[in-house]
């Protein structure tokens, strides 16, 4: 089978360009499997089998193996900084009720207005003053500051 060097030739050029074409990790651990039959069909032409069978194992080896590592490595998340996350520890004016049971209250906080929820399910009345103790999407989460705290 002196043909098989070229059918793991281009069984790793296509598996490239898939690679490429996709870029999620999803044909890198063929190409090392091939790469190694490729490297069997040339020395041993005649063990067909033999070359399949490392191509099948290195392959899930080099999947099961790397590919947990790399995703964490690669595509691990990072958190989207935002000017959002300076408002929290703030204090702001209640400028509509807040009042958890309705869905209902607002906020001014450096002159932007947020929509806001209370942390303990408190009423908190117009003109109050609250501190800022979280962001929820795109609402404050807030508790009421006791006069001359």
């Known amino acids: ?19 490429a074409a996709t870029v999620q990790l999803v044909s890198s651990w063929f190409v090392l499997g ?8 040339l020395f041993a032409p ?12 290195l ?7 790397a590919r947990p590592l790399l995703r964490r ?3 691990q998340k990072q958190a989207e900084p935002t000017n959002a996350d300076r408002v929290i520890g703030q204090t702001a004016i209640v400028t509509e009720e807040i009042d958890n049971s309705i869905g209902v209250g607002l906020v001014n ?7 806001a929820r209370t942390s303990d ?3 908190v009345a117009k003109d109050s003053v ?11 989460i807030v508790e009421p500051v006791q006069p001359g705290a």
Do not use: C, D, H, N
């Open 1 to 19: 089978m002196e043909y098989m060097p070229y059918v793991w030739g281009g069984l790793i050029v296509f598996l490239l360009i898939v690679e």
């Open 34 to 41: 091939a790469l190694a039959a490729l490297i069997l069909s």
């Open 46 to 57: 005649a063990s067909v089998g033999w070359q399949v069978t490392l191509f099948l194992v």
């Open 59 to 65: 392959s899930l080896v080099s999947l099961i193996l």
């Open 73 to 75: 490595v690669i595509f």
């Open 109 to 115: 906080v450096a002159g932007q207005v947020w929509s």
């Open 121 to 123: 399910q408190s009423v």
């Open 130 to 140: 609250v501190r800022i103790l979280s962001i929820q999407g795109v609402k404050l």
